[in-house]
């Protein structure tokens, strides 16, 4: 694989750009790999680089049914933050933001992360204790967040308004180094190192059922043929409650659409990120100048990646009387994804019933932000064959046990 630098787009300035070579293979599928990975989406890319970079194992196929990059990491808001309540929830999230930081030198192509800043607001009484706790809480998790004044927060976001009728901004979370990333660069940064250690990823290859013996994984059925493995990864977002269903359990886990839409792009005004979840609401400005602004989920399972129209009517309407300037805005696209959500909304990254089968799902409307640390903490579970440190609290078991880790409250709006 050639490294990118300033010397080589000099060197393809000159030259029309006509040496750049594809950035990921597409092999055909081999009969048997020691590791197969179901998802080419962020956290299955994720997963299959640290076992190659962490690990050394790279006889790796990254099965994918559509395009890599096309289920939910390329459809989020791309919001990276760590400031969780829970100590497991924080570790992780903290592990992966702090990969972000240096993820396009380790992975050698620009993610264009930006550490902008994001600010959860504080709109009622019982967001201000609950954000004080929070930030209490990250205090001794070692996550750097504060709560701060509505001046301050006035300060930070000259275009917001602060003392609306309903509800007027009280205060605010504030992480400085959270913010933002280029989501489809996070899944081609992956695939190019994937593909660059020599592991394949198959793209048009849907796996529609899973082979197994005396209570072993040994391989799965896609619509390319049978393909054998030792070890199996099941990391689709949306998809998990069916992948589980084929390889023989069951997933405390519901699927439901979430929505995003764009407006029109406008000159520089916003450079945080904000959050309202009171009003269900948040918002960031791309490089391009388009608002980013994401919404709710829907309140019906199903498995349309599709948004609808009553979603953005009211998250846009949340959004005006914070930010009156949005009323005179058009809105460009909306679009949606499937995510999957578990009851204390946080996600199982766990051994499963099927033995060397292992399951990371259930990030919900948040996993974007989780991508490099979910990856890490799969990858040393799938080597090792047991969780590690990072991933143990999160097993299937929790519910069985009720060691809920609940981040429903602290996170309702979770991206
Ligand atoms: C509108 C929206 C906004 C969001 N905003 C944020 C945010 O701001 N911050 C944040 O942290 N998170 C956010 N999220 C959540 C985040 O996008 C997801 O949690 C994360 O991308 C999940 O990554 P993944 O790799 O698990 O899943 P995906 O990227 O969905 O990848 C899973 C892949 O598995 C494939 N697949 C499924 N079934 C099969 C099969 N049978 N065979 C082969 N392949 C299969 C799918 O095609 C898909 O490509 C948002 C999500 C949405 C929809």
New binding site residues.
Partial sequence: MRRYSAFAIAREALRYHSGWGKAWRSPEPKKSYDVVI???????LATAYYLGKNFGITNVAI????W?????????????RSNYLQDPSAAIYEKARSLYETMSQDLNMNVMFSPRGVMMLAQTQHEIRGFQRTAQANAFQGVKTEFISPQRVKELVPIMNISGPRYPVLGALWQERAGTARHDAVAWAYARACSGMGMDIIQK???TAVNQSNGQVTGVETTRGPIGCKKLGI?????SG??ARMAGFRLPMESVA???LVSEPIKPCLDVVVMANTVHGYISQSDKGEFVI?GGTDMFNNYTQRGSFHHIEETVRALVETFPMISRMKMMRQ???I?DVTGDRSPIISTTPLGNCFIN?G?????????PGSGWAMAEMMANGQPGPLCAEFGLDRFAEGRFIDESVAAGVA?
């Fill in positions: 179901v998802g080419a989406g962020g956290h299955g099965l994918e049914k559509g890599l990059g096309g289920g939910n990491t390329g459809r989020n808001t791309t919001i990276i290859c849907e796996v990391l689709v977002a949306g998809n069916d992948l979430l929505q995003a994401g679009w949606g994804g995510v799902g990030w919900g409307t948040g996993g974007f932000k989780s991508i991206h």
